[in-house]
């Protein structure tokens, strides 16, 4: 693909994934066929923000589990509330991240 | 983090060993100390989330007041095989050098993942949520 979208796709979605997957991300998306490209741009990815808004208000009912996809991770976070609330506060922290790992998941299905 | 066999399992433990040690905890102490309470909104907002009153569900579970355990919350149940199940299954797939409970944990995720039991499934909880604000556990 070419290098110019390559760069435009990292531009806008770069806050979508950790860090240190990026370059592989770009240095993989340069190499790929166009043909992928209206279904790379048009994948819809979570937001980080918006699930640790959620985890904040809703996390003791394993609801930001849910909205990223963990749903057995969910369902332990509600039938314990939230982990007896110390998962909940964990989950914090480490709810952007999976979010993250959760994106890459996604992209990986069509990079590869 | 991505989840695998083994990350599952230790997840998993903690989880049990967590509500094991809890359990022990709440049934040495006296039955009538409030300040045993686990649950965060309880706490917080002065509602019962969906699963309060898990605790004194199994406790009468292992008391053998089985209708006691399903009107003080019928996740007690639920709960009560997870506890008593995984473990086991757990210790067969370790032995044994297999993944049969995380194959079968990432097929009832697939499963709750459609519509057609995720939307009967949230609505037993909300009922159960409303019929535990009602009771006032």
Same mark, same amino acid.
């Given at each position: 693909?070419?290098?110019?979208?390559?760069?435009?796709?990292?531009?806008?979605?770069?806050? #979508? #994934?950790? *860090?240190?997957?990026?370059?592989?991300?770009?240095?993989?998306?340069?190499?790929?066929?166009?043909?992928?490209?209206?279904?790379? *741009?048009?994948? +819809?990815?979570?937001?980080?923000?918006?699930?640790?808004?959620?985890?904040?208000?809703?996390? *003791?009912?394993?609801?930001?589990? #849910?909205?990223?996809?963990?749903?057995?991770?969910?369902?332990?976070?509600?039938?314990?509330?939230?982990? #007896?609330?110390?998962?909940?506060?964990?989950?914090?922290?480490?709810?952007?991240?999976?979010?993250?790992?959760?994106?890459? +998941?996604?992209?990986? +299905?069509?990079?590869? | 983090?991505?989840?695998?066999?083994?990350?599952?399992?230790?997840?998993?433990?903690?989880?049990?060993? $967590?509500?094991?040690?809890?359990?022990?905890?709440?049934?040495?102490? %006296?039955?009538?100390?409030?300040?045993?309470? $686990?649950?965060?909104?309880?706490?917080?907002?002065?509602?019962?989330?969906?699963?309060?009153? %898990?605790?004194? %569900?199994?406790?009468?579970?292992?008391?053998?007041?089985?209708?006691?355990?399903?009107?003080?919350?019928?996740?007690?149940?639920?709960?009560?095989?997870?506890?008593?199940?995984?473990?086991?299954?757990?210790?067969?797939?370790?032995?044994?050098?297999?993944?049969?409970?995380?194959?079968?944990?990432?097929?009832?995720?697939?499963?709750?993942?459609?519509?057609?039991?995720?939307?009967?499934?949230?609505?037993?909880?909300?009922?159960?949520?409303?019929?535990?604000?009602?009771?006032?556990?």
């Amino acid at each position: 693909m070419e290098a110019q979208k390559v760069d435009m796709f990292i531009m806008t979605n770069a806050k #979508f #994934f950790e *860090s240190h997957h990026i370059n592989s991300i770009r240095e993989r998306l340069i190499v790929l066929d166009d043909s992928k490209w209206p279904m790379i *741009s048009t994948l +819809q990815l979570k937001d980080p923000t918006t699930s640790l808004i959620i985890s904040i208000l809703a996390g *003791s009912l394993g609801i930001d589990r #849910f909205m990223i996809g963990d749903t057995g991770l969910g369902v332990g976070k509600l039938l314990t509330c939230g982990g #007896f609330g110390i998962w909940a506060i964990i989950d914090w922290f480490m709810i952007q991240e999976a979010t993250r790992e959760k994106n890459m +998941q996604k992209l990986q +299905q069509f990079l590869y | 983090m991505t989840l695998n066999r083994n990350k599952l399992y230790s997840i998993i433990f903690i989880g049990c060993l $967590a509500g094991y040690i809890w359990l022990y905890y709440v049934a040495t102490q %006296s039955q009538t100390d409030p300040s045993v309470e $686990a649950c965060f909104i309880k706490h917080t907002l002065n509602i019962p989330c969906p699963s309060c009153g %898990s605790t004194r %569900s199994i406790i009468s579970l292992t008391k053998g007041h089985f209708t006691e355990a399903l009107l003080i919350n019928p996740l007690g149940y639920l709960i009560t095989i997870i506890l008593l199940v995984s473990p086991l299954w757990m210790v067969y797939d370790i032995i044994t050098k297999r993944k049969t409970l995380f194959e079968f944990y990432e097929k009832m995720e697939y499963y709750l993942r459609k519509p057609v039991y995720a939307i009967p499934l949230i609505f037993i909880v909300i009922i159960n949520w409303i019929w535990n604000i009602t009771k006032e556990l």
